[in-house]
């Protein structure tokens, strides 16, 4: 069964760090566009970081507008995982987040992705 698994969210204070992490299985992901989605209720998911792979071992990493520069997204397990730092969170970071992977571009469409994770909480709040 191919499926993606997020971990890592909670409740975290404004201006704190958080990690999350996805891990892929039942396939490899080594050469798919792995992206992180968020939503909040009523909104459209909006494209947070993609990893795109640039042949052999390397990654190439891209970021949304609103989170450039607080977020770094790297891959892990041979490319079957991503990790997802965020620093200096505020309470509009607040959100459901969501790992995807998929093969088609434009990367920042959350509609051209092939496997989703079923959503990690994040809450910024004090």
């Known amino acids: 069964q191919v499926q993606l698994v997020e971990s890592g969210g909670g409740l975290v204070q404004p201006g704190g760090s958080l990690t999350l992490s996805c891990a892929g299985s039942?396939?490899?992901?080594?050469?798919?566009?792995m992206a992180w989605f968020r939503q909040v209720p009523g909104k459209e998911r909006e494209f947070v970081a993609a990893?795109?792979?640039?042949?052999?071992?390397?990654?190439?990493?891209y970021y949304g507008d609103s989170v450039k520069a607080r977020l770094t997204i790297s891959r892990a397990n041979a490319g079957n995982a991503i990790d997802l730092q965020m620093d200096s969170l505020s309470p509009e970071d607040t959100a459901v987040y969501y790992c995807?992977?998929?093969?088609?571009?434009?990367?920042?469409?959350?509609?051209?992705?092939?496997?989703w994770g079923p959503g990690t909480q994040v809450t910024v709040s004090a």
């Open positions: 039942g396939r490899s992901f080594s050469t798919y566009v």
């Open positions: 995807a992977a998929g093969l088609k571009r434009p990367f920042e469409d959350f509609r051209l992705y092939d496997y």
């Open positions: 990893s795109t792979w640039g042949g052999r071992n390397t990654y190439y990493r």
